[in-house]
């Protein structure tokens, strides 16, 4: 595997590797993504053994501008407003795949909508355009283990399943894109994430409405409609402990704010001056570091869940919730 920063000649052999059906990691402002060819069955399935990935969980597909995304998803006019204002960025649209579409339907894991995302780092919207073709991308972590934020992160997760990792330096929201489904006339949010649920509400001027676990995980009949959302999604190999005080003997501290308790363990803080952006950025890196302590529990200080405390507050829940059995 090829560890590379993205200049014009590393961004011209990735982009013919993506067109030649290898998977290529690159740098987005939220987390690394695991890149193949969307139109590609064969290469897109490689991206599901590569992270040992349930095949019902389907894939963003990256473009390089919204008139892409339009090209492959019905976008409605509250859609491609939002698109408008928040693109290229942290955004992922979930729409109705257009009947003419090319993508390989194990993008979309065999569903009627699709995925898509214009990213905002300069390295991705460069690798799109040399591929010429979308790109398929999750996150270029082991399913189920925390996000990478860091080439370094990508290499211990995936080694030599990745042919080629752009290395653009550390993520700079550090977590995955808010996920919205516009297929109908009021927008839902399906993942908390980058963009914050006050920002979508100030630009349609009206609440957003938010997918119940049932209908984000399944557990009624029928799939579910974010299937990506299972509750044992970004674990450390720790256990992970919550709105902790302090840490006991054994732990590793993860913390939050200018106040923090002596601990004779490892300890990393999120934000010293209690930042919630600077926290995000640092928590999948910071929850890594300290999972790579051997520390067999990790406490986390309580984060407020205002703005993006929401969606930091969401992953730790779902760190915490532990290993749960796979569905499907
Ligand atoms: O920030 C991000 O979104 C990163 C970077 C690489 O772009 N990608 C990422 O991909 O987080 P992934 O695969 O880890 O998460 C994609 C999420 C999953 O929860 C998946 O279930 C959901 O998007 N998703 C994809 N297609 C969908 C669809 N057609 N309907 C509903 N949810 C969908
Ligand atoms: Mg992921």
New binding site residues.
């Given amino acids: 595997m090829l560890v590379t920063e993205p200049t014009d000649d590393a961004i011209a052999k990735a982009g013919a590797a993506i067109r030649a059906g290898r998977l290529v990691a690159f740098p987005?402002e939220?987390?690394y993504?695991l890149g193949a060819d969307a139109t590609n069955a064969r290469a897109v399935a490689e991206i599901f053994a590569a992270k040992a990935r349930p095949t019902f969980?389907?894939?963003?597909v990256?473009v390089g501008s919204l008139d892409a995304a339009a090209a492959l998803a019905e976008l409605s006019p509250a859609a491609l407003a939002l698109g408008r204002a928040l693109w290229p960025g942290?955004l992922?649209l979930?729409a109705r795949r257009r009947a003419d579409c090319a993508i390989a339907d194990l993008v979309?894991a065999g569903?009627d909508?699709?995925?898509v995302?214009v990213?905002a780092h300069a390295a991705a919207l460069a690798l799109i355009a040399a591929a010429g073709v979308p790109i398929a991308?999750?996150?270029a972590n082991r399913s189920g283990h925390v996000?990478p934020t860091r080439a370094a992160h990508v290499a211990a997760d995936l080694g030599e399943r990745v042919s080629m990792i752009l290395d653009g330096g550390s993520c700079k929201h550090g977590l995955?894109?808010t996920?919205l489904d516009v297929t109908g006339e009021a927008v839902r949010l399906?993942?908390l994430?980058a963009v914050t649920a006050a920002t979508i509400e100030a630009l349609t001027g009206r609440p957003v409405s938010r997918a119940t676990v049932a209908e984000r995980d399944g557990g009624g009949d029928g799939l579910p409609?974010?299937?990506?959302?299972l509750l044992n999604h970004y674990s450390p190999r720790a256990r992970v402990r919550l709105d902790a005080e302090r840490a006991w003997h054994g732990e590793a501290l993860l913390a939050f704010g200018p106040v923090v308790p002596p601990h004779d363990g490892p300890v990393l803080n999120l934000s010293a001056s209690g930042d919630l952006v600077e926290a995000a950025a640092n928590l999948y890196a910071g929850l890594r570091e300290l999972d790579d302590t051997g520390a067999a529990s990790i406490a986390v200080m309580p984060i407020p869940r205002e703005g993006l405390g929401e969606a930091i507050n969401d992953r730790l829940a779902r760190a915490a919730a532990g290993r749960l059995p796979q569905k499907g």
Avoid: F, K, M
Avoid at 57 to 60: K, V
């Fill in positions: 987005t939220t987390v993504g969980n389907p894939l963003i990256h942290p992922t979930v979309t569903l909508t699709i995925a995302r990213p991308a999750p996150s996000s995955e894109s996920v399906l993942r994430g409609v974010s299937p990506g959302q």
